[in-house]
């Protein structure tokens, strides 16, 4: 059975390209009712079972007759009541109430929940009695010099009548001290004055700004292989501008650009790299000279280059690709060259699925790598459809323009250098808006084939858009 492979090319906001390609391969009394607590003691069923108390079997499928919510204060009760599966007139279980308990205490609104059941002539009567979840009545934030309490209050991410609990307030307190340090301040320190027990009914905070700290210099000790000019442009933490602008000290920054070196410097084969930073102040502990200690250590070669899985290519034809061969010293970006070549030769025969996965092997002898190149060809496309879509408010190109500036006919071996050079030429034709900032350029997109697609296509008459041919 033939196999077809759908090709869609959108143009920017203004065309849109299909293709359809073809592979030829096969397809082959009161009394207490069970409930949790939060106070991470036992539950109420437990504490009674070790106690000796009473069972509820006797009131288990009598028909509730009142249910009744007692203990709350600021949480209204309908709301209370919009949790409650235990109803009038319906006929009392156990298990329903406990759910009840665990929805209530799950909404954050209830902090505790104590139940009693009594029997009645009429029947059961159920309570539900709440301890409410402190709201916050106030925010105050004490201490602040260098920013406004409005915009403290915005970085706490707290609210008035918003549950207050000791996660929120220690949340609040992060949050502040996080904006201190990204903006320099990195001895602030905040504290609870207000908030952290449950008496209290609002929160206060109180800052210790301490001095703001900015970069004064960056240097670099014991880099050979590259310069501290280029280092320089790798890191984020640079010196202020002017004395005045920028440069401020962002600790967690600092880490980021000792992984952004390491990053670095493994990409050029030196794996076993060290790198550490002094941070050295002034008395006023104002100005901050930063200094990153590299250890760069012995730079990898590449041992032997494998080629694995090739069926199509001989390993002679697919090595000729290559630029790193054994004996070079080991580069990322050489190596991700090579794996864009072996698949540009797949993809000239139609291979255009093929993938190419680099796998760098180490060895216990240090300074030696093996590089092994993993192919998958998959199978080998025609172009079957081709689909000109243009988009935007009222085109006016014909879909002949598009089709003039293209490689590719129906029937031909599916090149993706072909294909590359056709979206080239729609780029340059400067008929379509391009902007690459936006994501808007003439493209191509090519659709993988589908059985669906070949059942369909392969019951309709040949004609100049859908062609059947040999395999490539």
Known sequence: ??????????????????????????????????????????????????????????????????????????????????????????????????????????SGRVRHVRTFVE?????????????????????????????????????????????????????????????????????????????????????????????????????????????????????QSKPAILWTFRGVVDRDKIDQDVDRLTAYYRNFGYFQTRIGRELQFDEDKKWLTLKFVIDEGKRYKVRSVTVNGNERFTVESLMEQLDLKSGNYFDVKTMNHDVNALRDAYGIQGHIFADIQAEPRFFEEPGWIDLVYNVSEGEAFRVGQINVKIVGENPHTKRSVVWNRLSVRPMDICDIQKIRNSERRLVQSQLFEHNLAAGITPRIVIQPPDLTEIERLSQRPIDNRRVRGQSP
């Open 1 to 106: 059975m033939r196999s077809y492979c759908l090709i869609v090319w959108p143009i920017c906001t203004a065309i849109v390209l299909g293709l359809s390609t073809f592979s030829y391969a096969q397809l082959g009394g009161s009394r207490n009712l069970p409930g949790p607590t939060l106070d991470g003691g036992p539950s109420f069923r437990s504490r009674l079972i070790a106690e000796g108390g009473p069972q509820y079997s006797d009131s288990k499928g009598k028909i509730v007759r009142t249910v009744r919510v007692t203990g709350n204060r600021l949480v209204p009760e309908n709301e209370i009541r919009t949790h409650l599966r235990t109803r009038e007139n319906l006929r009392f279980d156990p298990e329903v109430v406990e759910a009840d308990v665990r929805r209530l205490v799950s």
């Open 119 to 235: 029997d009645g002539a009429a029947g059961v009567t159920v309570t539900f009695n709440v301890s409410e979840v402190a709201t916050i009545g106030y925010i105050r934030i004490l201490g602040n010099r260098s920013y406004l309490d409005r915009t403290l209050l915005g970085k706490t991410g707290l609210k008035n009548n918003e549950p207050m609990n000791r996660f929120s307030v220690s949340e609040g307190k992060r949050r502040l001290e996080d904006h201190y340090r990204e903006r320099g301040y990195g001895n602030v320190q905040v504290s609870v004055f207000e908030g952290d027990k449950p008496e209290h009914r609002g929160i206060v905070y109180v800052v210790s700004e301490g001095t703001r700290e900015r970069v004064g210099g960056v240097n670099f000790e014991g880099n050979h292989f590259l310069s501290d000019a280029r280092l320089k442009t790798l890191i």
